[in-house]
């Protein structure tokens, strides 16, 4: 990370970048390209190949497969082996972005996140005129796996840090642990580590044509068993080598060890990318004993229940004055069409792909109390129904790299019930969850207005999305 980085804020690429690549299980070259996207966008993959091009969300809420690296799936789109890649935009800061790749996995490169690493560098990182907001562990989090002997715990802490330890009960690697105090760190420490495996796994992955990936020159074997001369040419054969041999530490010679605790530090790398699935930054120090990705994934879905649980009790969002806003209203004018005295939103507080809690300040200055009850000013209902038709616009629009090209316009309104008057003084607290994915360009959202804890309007609203003339 650059040392004028904030970690305070959002950030997404200045640019597009490309990488190309095998990927390691399916032997499938693919394309990737890396694009910004606006905040509170997430990290998102598409396939741009296929019917549709459908996208997932890096969320755990889509992982279908742990078996030998992490495999997301929903809507028709599948991608494996996203752990390398998600491991480096944590360690790079990178909170926005949209993956679009052209085949069924993330390549293996060299099998470490360094590749990846230079190309966010080559890209560059952008901060965005939006918070990011850290969520804080405040108990211990604990996960066991007994079958498996893991242990991982999330303690509290001031900054993200992780602790791994690895024991196989194997002689070569015996017992190793690596360590990452800060994130700032991960892309000189922990990135250039490249993954490992056990001499008898590679073997049983090549008779059954497990690994597709060509070069297998990406992975440290682990010889962990007496080996024969034909076993060894057989080796060399499958890695193109004239020959192969076994080093004194009891790892081929393929490559070269980049650490003396290569395979744990790879083994920190994968939980820093799998912990990405939890899909909010989050503040813990987390203490892995021989974690794996079924492990990681399951341990970032208690994280994510946490958080989910204690963000705020009855879904009353909280507002915090003394946080930054994600968007404020000069943000707020570049994506919406409407201009003073019809815009009715102030600021955006919370912003991901299913939610959006906005911010209207109610005072007795507005346009519309001159007339609408003289002497007792009221907010019109049908103003509170437009300030959250408004505020689900932003949500709508923020599932598309470029927002602004798209206007929203709202087909129906269900179930609107008011509850309690608004007076000047009020501070409005807008808030819509998507009721449904969105599908070409419909949305539906259920819609609530607080003021302080209290529902004061609620309405379920449809609207759709629809290209402005001359965007492109």
Known sequence: MENNFNPNFQHTLKKQVSVSGVGIHTGAHVKMTLKPATPGFGIQFQRVDLPGQP??????????DTSRSTTLE?????????????????????????????????????????????????????????????????????????????????????DFKITTLIDFNSPVLGTQHAALKNIKDFATEIAPCRTFCFLHELEYLLEHDLIKGGDINNAIV????????????????????EKIEIKGEGILNNIQLRFPNEPARHKLLDVVGDLALVGYPFKAHIIANRPGHSSNVEFARRIKQYIRKNKHAHGVPIYNPNQPAIYDLAQIEKTLPHRYPFLLVDKIIELSDKHVVGVKNVTFNEYFFQGHFPGNPVMPGVLQIEALAQTGGLLALNTYATPGSYDTYFLKIDNCKFKQKVVPGDTLILKLELTAPIRR??????????????????????AQLVKRNGSH
């Open 441 to 462: 360009g419909i949305c539906e959202m259920r819609g609530t207005v607080f003021v302080g804890n209290k529902i004061v309007t609620e309405a379920n609203l449809v």
């Open 55 to 64: 996208v997932v969300k890096a969320d755990v809420d889509y992982v279908v």
């Open 74 to 158: 929903h809507n028709g789109a599948r991608v494996g082996t996203i752990e390398h890649l998600l491991s480096t935009l944590i360690g790079k800061g990178v909170d926005n972005v949209l993956i679009e790749i052209n085949g069924p996995e993330v390549p293996i490169m060299d099998g470490s996140a360094q590749p990846f690493i230079e190309v966010i560098e080559e890209a560059g990182v952008h901060q965005q005129e939006a918070a990011k907001v850290y969520f804080s562990i405040d108990n211990n989090i604990y996960y066991f796996d007994e079958q498996k002997k893991v242990e991982m715990v999330a303690l509290p802490a001031l």
């Open 222 to 241: 682990v010889v962990d068993k007496p080996v024969s001369d034909e076993e060894l040419s057989k080796l060399a054969t499958a890695f193109g080598r």
